[in-house]
């Protein structure tokens, strides 16, 4: 099953490199609402595959697909740590603050601490999601369905979860998050709420079906970006639908249709996402009703959204960053990063937007 696995994500990557894209949207004229100035670039090297950056206080964790790992202090750029793995990457970084892990394509757990290795552990599968560290453990989500944890001393095992289901996996990053003293995991089309202590199942919501006619069609998958607000998880289900879940009863709350492969974001008025040919789309979080959506960055490539007060904010694959108005999708401003594109959802520590670029160039915004 294991090896079926691999041979269909990468069945699934070479199917989606070779189809045609349209044109992208010419950027229409505005009026700046907001002011933006770059305030530093560092370089982390470059970014191929599913990466993610991980935040802790006025710091900042990164990754690059060529093995490079960095944690910055956010207001200046300067690094506190780096360190070169000397192996490629699978999936991004993640830490707590004092530990930090990644997964490289050797399928092996690299977990390591003031900028030094602290042990390794070799998984079953590959792993394209980031490693959560919390709780003093190391949760890691595989390419087969299994949620492993380890001790994040010392890497040893503590526990292991398998879901079976089809074998035709995603070749981007999946769901692995923490809400209070409950690990949330996105396994095929279910979102399920486990105990970390020892992987039972607390609570499981069916938040994607399975559709089409052919093994492409018929993929079922949640990716890598939810919105919490407690106690209510709003996830998307790749190119079928976004759904939001109260999870203290495990109830599906609302399901709506969506054709986007990206995470979303929100807050407790709006649910925010972005459609796989650059719609943006806004869903009131109580009813799942759409409030409004715009189609002028279609088929530019964006990234999953991130909000922050009245700003919604996105990367595309031409390197621009956009800062919209959350309630109704008009720029605020703009400025283009790198020409190699924008690789992951900008990320924000306080008034600092750090966008990373395909080229490896990590560049940060002051936003007023």
């Known amino acids: 099953m294991r090896l079926l696995a691999l041979l269909l994500i990468s069945l699934l990557g070479a199917c989606s490199s070779t189809t045609e894209k349209p044109a992208p949207t010419a950027l229409a004229e505005f009026n700046a609402q907001m002011g933006i100035e770059k305030v530093w ?32 202090q956010a207001q200046t750029g300067a690094d ?53 560290v919390a709780g003093g453990r190391v949760f890691v989500l595989t390419g087969d369905r299994t949620v492993i944890a380890l001790d994040g001393a010392s890497g040893q095992k503590l526990w292991a979860q398998q879901k079976s289901g089809d074998p035709l996996v995603l070749r981007q990053a999946g769901i692995l998050s923490a809400m209070q003293d409950t690990l949330v995991v996105g396994l095929s089309g279910r979102l399920v709420g486990m105990n970390p202590a020892n992987g039972t199942s607390r609570w499981d919501a069916a938040v994607g079906s399975s559709r089409g006619t052919n093994e492409v069609e018929r993929l079922v998958d949640l ?9 209510v998880i709003c996830a998307r289900s790749f190119q079928t639908s976004v759904s939001c879940v109260d999870t203290q009863r495990g109830a599906v709350l609302w399901t709506r249709a969506a054709q986007g492969h990206q995470g979303i974001d929100g807050d407790a008025a709006f649910v925010l996402g972005t459609e796989s040919d650059g719609k943006l789309i806004a869903w009131h979080r109580a009813t799942g009703l759409p409030a409004w959506q715009s189609e002028a960055l279609r088929f530019r490539g964006l990234t999953a ?12 694959d031409l390197g621009w960053v956009h800062w919209l108005n959350r309630d109704n999708g008009q720029t605020l401003n703009r400025t283009l990063a790198d020409a190699s594109g924008v690789a992951m959802r900008p990320v924000r520590i306080g008034n600092i937007w750090v966008v990373v670029s395909r080229s490896g160039a990590v560049q940060a915004y002051r936003a007023d």
């Open 80 to 132: 506190l740590w780096r360190i070169d793995l000397g192996t490629p990457l699978s999936a991004g970084i993640g830490g707590d603050g004092q530990r930090f892990a990644v997964v490289t394509q050797t399928n092996e757990v690299v977990t390591m601490q003031e900028g030094k290795i602290i042990w390794r552990f070799k998984l079953p599968a590959i792993a394209l999601t980031s490693p959560l």
């Open 223 to 231: 990716v890598a970006g939810i919105s919490r607000v407690d106690p």
């Open 305 to 316: 959204p991130v909000l922050s007060g009245r700003a919604l904010v996105v990367g595309d």
């Open 41 to 72: 670039t560092q370089q982390i090297g470059a970014i191929s595959g599913p990466m993610t950056a991980s935040v802790q206080g006025e710091q900042i964790a990164l990754a690059s697909s060529t093995g490079t790992v960095a944690l910055l």
